[in-house]
């Protein structure tokens, strides 16, 4: 079993920056996929970012690329993503994701991810 837990969620006001910590538990850290989704009040959860095991892979939702960064200290257990230019659109609650096994997760639907965290909440004043 995996458990996550994020950090690092806020008030910001816009054009401003966040970085959010995401801890995992369990071995073979290194071996998952790792990402974040996000849910806004009354919508869809959200595809942000994704990480390959190795950390060479990355990908992000076109809403985010530029702006944020997803990265990963493997010999900590920890994925990072860093929030640059936030926009009050970018408010939501940013939750922490896990594959089971695969090294890549090329989907982006919230089902491909095994494991999920609760969430930090962050949120952008304009």
């Known amino acids: 079993q995996v458990q996550l837990v994020e950090s690092g969620g806020g008030l910001v006001q816009a054009g401003g920056s966040l970085r959010l910590s995401c801890e995992a538990s369990?071995?073979?850290?290194?071996?998952?996929?790792m990402g974040w989704f996000r849910q806004a009040p009354g919508k869809e959860r959200e595809f942000v970012a994704v990480?390959?095991?190795?950390?060479?892979?990355?990908d992000y939702a076109n809403s985010v690329k530029g702006r944020f960064t997803i990265s990963r200290d493997n010999a900590k257990n920890t994925v990072y993503l860093q929030m640059n230019s936030l926009k009050p659109e970018d408010t939501a609650n940013y939750h922490c994701?896990?594959?089971?096994?695969?090294?890549?997760?090329?989907?982006?639907?919230?089902?491909?991810?095994?494991?999920w965290g609760r969430g930090t909440q962050v949120t952008v004043s304009s």
């Open positions: 994701v896990a594959d089971k096994s695969r090294g890549w997760v090329a989907s982006k639907i919230p089902s491909a991810f095994d494991y």
């Open positions: 369990g071995r073979t850290f290194s071996a998952r996929a």
């Open positions: 990480i390959s095991g190795n950390g060479y892979l990355t």
